[in-house]
């Protein structure tokens, strides 16, 4: 079982799958005989908005005294993200991926910016857990893995380093961060390069030069582990104060459309 999870990523081909029904629903919109009022049509919007209700047992699960023992959080997880996908796909469906009324249309509109607000969340929320279902990561710990890459290096090495890492992993506002990003990936290996040309010229033996590529690649790619880390875990900060009020904004305007459809 193990071995077939390590072969298959069942959340690749969820998302894949779900990226293909979107594609073909788009596709074949003007063939399609799916009306939102009634029939299949309609019991989608039913099902895909119940799915959108049923994400809020995430965040319960994970404050709620009451929710603690309801099995791990990992999977609740899991399923929240799987519904805040399959939700969307069904209500896209519902609507045959078009517009309609006032009411529906900001409906639509909120359930497709919080759906792709989801997506970044799931993204910065990888950088700082120990994969994408694992514990949160602390940078203290990322630090003293960095500290003891650099050590494998040696002394001299080492040194010359900390000056190229006190400049890559300074500490500076978001926004300056982020129009940093580039110059920084694109610093790191250029960086790599320069040192394994000294290395080349300046290690004696074959078996020295080729450990010693090895734990530069290392100290390298936990140099880039600690910066992604403190730029994300600052962006996921920003994204869950701006994804919950989209959220309830969502709820509200879905709530608002289901009465009005009945009602009107």
């Not at 999870?5 to 399609?32: P, T, V, W």
């Not at 994300?232 to 879905?254: A, N, Q, T």
Request: aromatic fraction near 12%; glycine fraction near 8%.
């Amino acid at each position: 079982m193990l071995l077939l999870k390590k072969i298959i990523n069942f959340d690749a081909l969820f998302f894949l799958f779900a990226g293909y029904l979107i594609i073909k629903g788009l596709m074949n919109r003007e063939g399609s005989f799916l009306t939102a009022e009634t029939g299949i049509g309609y019991m989608l919007g039913i099902i895909g908005g119940s799915m959108m209700l049923l994400l809020l047992f995430y965040p319960l699960r994970k404050h709620l005294r009451l929710m603690r023992n309801w099995g791990p959080i990992r999977y609740w997880f899991r399923l929240h993200m799987m519904l805040g996908v399959a939700g969307p796909v069904l209500v896209l469906y519902h609507s045959n991926f078009g517009f309609g009324s006032t009411n529906s249309n900001i409906a639509m509109i909120c359930m497709l910016v919080v759906a792709g607000s989801g997506l970044f969340g799931r993204l910065f929320y990888s950088k700082i857990h120990d994969g994408l279902y694992g514990r949160k990561l602390e940078l203290a710990e990322l630090n003293r893995e960095l500290q003891q890459s650099k050590e494998q290096l040696g002394a001299k090495l080492s040194q010359q380093l900390e000056q190229y890492q006190q400049s890559l992993l300074r500490t500076r506002v978001l926004p300056v961060m982020l129009l940093s990003m580039p110059v920084v990936y694109m610093k790191i290996p250029l960086l790599r390069r320069r040192i394994l040309k000294k290395i080349d010229r300046s290690a004696d033996q074959v078996a020295e030069v080729s450990q010693l590529k090895h734990y530069l690649l290392r100290y390298f790619l936990q140099i880039k582990r600690v910066y992604d880390f403190v730029l994300c875990e600052r962006l996921f900060s920003l994204w869950h104060v701006l994804h919950i009020p989209l959220f309830i904004m969502m709820v509200i305007s879905g709530i608002i459309h289901v009465f009005a459809v009945h009602l009107y």
